[in-house]
């Protein structure tokens, strides 16, 4: 599994990243970076550190570019238009496998063993955050709180585990959700707020 989250543009490029491995990604939705997600991967770089794959393009460049403006330190994957492993046309999305893991491994990339899970879906479940009829506007609202975006309940467990929240953490957001009633999973306990 790879430490870093990697940032890519879109959906297929995820698709293409998890051909190659396992990582956390986040998507830039192309050149109309919102806020929201230059947090995200700020939140990302602080925790685990961020590998930004983006196409070998002009429009590739300028996202590149605006992230490593907004959030320094980065580390920077290329695929190359000249490399063999990249069929036509050129995108991040039709490279193969072993040409996104050279790439991966030419950044520095982070290589360990997957983390256990420390949370479940039972836990999301439990704080509202998975499965109810609250659920996605609570996860939006703690997602944004602990900097790891918006995301359905599957991402956001990936994400809970992967970026290391810690549980004092998690139930420090929990209790500044507007909810006046929060479970702690974990003691079976009324959260005060």
Not at 25 to 43: A, D
Not at 70 to 85: E, F, Q, S
Request: positive net charge; charged residues 30%.
């Amino acid at each position: 599994m790879i430490k870093e989250v990697i940032v890519v543009e879109g959906k297929d490029d995820v698709a293409a990243v998890k051909r190659a491995c396992q990582a956390q990604t986040i998507i830039t939705r192309g050149m109309g970076i919102s806020r929201e997600i230059i947090e995200s991967i700020r939140q990302a770089q602080l925790r685990c550190g961020v590998i930004i794959l983006t196409d070998p393009d002009g429009p590739g460049e300028k996202i590149r570019t605006r992230i490593q403006q907004a959030v320094p330190d980065c580390k920077h994957a290329y695929i190359y238009r000249d490399r063999k492993g990249l069929r036509s046309p050129v995108g991040v999305e039709y490279a193969r496998p072993e040409t996104i893991m050279a790439a991966l491994g030419s950044a520095k990339a982070t290589v360990q063993e997957e983390q256990r899970a420390y949370y479940s879906m039972l836990d999301l479940i439990d704080w509202g955050l998975a499965g109810g009829e609250q659920a996605q506007a609570r996860r939006d609202r703690l997602g944004k709180l602990l900097g790891m975006g918006q995301t359905n309940a599957k991402q956001f467990l990936k994400r809970l585990n992967g970026y290391g929240i810690a549980y004092e953490e998690l139930l420090e957001g929990l209790r500044q959700l507007e909810s006046p009633e929060i479970q702690d999973a974990r003691k079976g306990n009324q959260v005060e707020q």
